[in-house]
């Protein structure tokens, strides 16, 4: 009696797992299935339809130097298979169960821009079947996948990512793919703190025209076309930070092309003006490897500020250059030319010294009072005298002969520093229309270029 009652607690809970309807549909369809490598349909000349649905949801990581963006999905997909259809009536009603992802067969879709070999879902993945075949796999997808960065507005830029799903064994002949047809929203896509996600667009990529070639002799022309069907997401990323770069770089330079003008207004006796300018050239030169060690290299276009901190360094190797030739006229120690002292002295150049209130007595020899000589400027001046002249000039009542050259004197010491200071006022004045006729080349670039059509452009360029 008391084995009856062991045999009977062994068997019913055997027998209850053998008549339980989900586990014994599980094994009947995966016993039946067959093999995995095939597709589940009756006539292999058919294509199977794929329907797709895998918009980002999360934005990771944008690391522009690289190009490369991190991207998180919810990818779903679903087909019919034809191997996993029964009559619900049989199983007690049973119209719903989960199979794991590696029993069955599976469309290979596969992320074109991907840099890794990850599957958008792992084998382990437990998928939805219903009676009448309709698979549907769910998962959460990360990829990290290429993207190009478009420099040329920078930091005023925004970019176009795109996430470009395809069978990698099966053309448009043995796999369509489909989107799932819905609208999509940017509300509930997490961004990081630097871009913010401005738009989304899918698009249907039938098979195309590509690898065109001409026949010789004026022939026809043939084309190869992309076998596989593709869908298509693009995400359109704005930068968020660009207040940063106005405050770190773009403010900080554009004082600094400024003070490049304060160099024409120190004095030649301070002796700072030329290790004045170089360190401003120096400052820009740094603030443009900041921007171009932010950006990835990129043969299409450079960035507008790029380009813009490029034309200051410019301006600042002229503002040098003009530096070393004021200070070769104030210390210079030969007689005026008196050719030049005519030039200076005509109608023209007397107007042009009215307009920019340029005082002078040496130069322009009006009735004005002249500038005291401080006792260090005259010791400089003894020493020059002593080294051009040989015996010091007597001058008596006669006239001096024509003949004999005429030699330096303290009159021409005046005459020359009053010509540097000249060159520091003209200086300071073309610098400064250098400067803003940059900032105007930059304003006009920001203002009248449509970023729109520039990267419209480029994508074409890409399709071709």
Request: aromatic share 10%; charged share 20%; hydrophobic share 40%.
């Amino acid at each position: 009696m008391a084995n009856l009652v062991w045999l009977f607690l062994l068997l019913v809970p055997a027998s209850l797992a053998y008549f339980n309807p989900a586990e014994k549909l599980v094994g009947d369809l995966l016993r039946r299935y067959g093999s995995t490598c095939l597709r589940p349909i009756k006539n292999q000349d058919d294509p199977i339809e794929v329907t797709l649905d895998a918009p980002p949801s999360a934005v990771f990581e944008f690391v522009e130097l690289l190009q490369k963006i991190t991207l998180q999905t919810h990818f779903t997909m679903m087909w019919k298979d034809g191997k996993l259809t029964w009559d619900a009536d049989e199983y007690n009603g049973t119209d719903i169960i989960q199979l794991p992802l590696s029993e069955i067969w599976v469309p290979d879709i596969v992320v074109v821009e991907s840099t890794d070999a990850s599957s958008p879902c792992p084998a382990s993945t437990l998928v939805t079947v219903t009676s009448d075949g309709t698979v549907t796999a769910t998962c959460l997808f990360m990829t990290t996948t290429f993207c190009r960065i478009l420099v040329k507005y920078f930091p005023f830029d925004y970019q176009h990512c795109s996430l470009t799903y395809r069978s990698w064994v099966y053309d448009h002949s043995m796999l369509h793919l489909e989107d799932r047809g819905h609208d999509l929203h940017v509300h509930g896509v997490v961004v990081n703190g630097v871009w913010e996600l401005a738009d989304l667009e899918v698009e249907h990529i039938d098979p195309a025209p590509m690898n065109c070639s001409h026949g010789s002799g004026g022939g026809e022309t043939t084309c190869e076309h992309s076998p596989h069907s593709q869908i298509r997401y693009t995400v359109e990323l704005r930068r968020t930070q660009s207040l940063f770069y106005w405050i770190s770089i773009f403010l900080p330079s554009c004082l600094m092309s400024f003070m490049n003008i304060l160099v024409f207004c120190l004095p030649v006796e301070s002796g700072e003006k030329i290790s004045f300018i170089m360190t401003n050239v120096l400052a820009l030169i740094l603030f443009q490897q900041l921007v171009s060690s932010s950006l990835p290299p990129s043969g299409d276009d450079h960035p507008l500020i790029g380009n813009h901190l490029a034309r200051m360094v410019i301006s600042g190797c002229v503002a040098i250059v003009c530096t070393v030739g004021v200070l070769k006229v104030h210390y210079r120690r030969t007689p005026f030319p008196k050719t030049l002292l005519r030039i200076l002295r005509s109608p023209f150049v007397s107007c042009l010294f009215s307009i920019i209130r340029f005082e002078s007595f040496y130069l322009r020899g009006v009735s004005a009072r002249p500038r005291a000589i401080s006792p260090l400027r005259r010791a400089s001046h003894n020493d020059s005298v002593k080294t051009h002249r040989r015996d010091e000039v007597v001058v008596t009542r006669g006239i001096a002969s024509q003949s004999e050259p005429r030699q330096f004197c303290e009159e021409d010491m005046m005459r020359w520093e009053e010509l540097a200071r000249l060159l520091d006022w003209v200086m300071c004045i073309v610098i400064t229309l250098l400067n803003l006729s940059f900032y105007a080349i930059l304003i006009v670039d920001l203002v009248t270029q449509n970023p729109d059509e520039y990267h419209h452009g480029i994508g074409e360029e890409e399709d071709h």
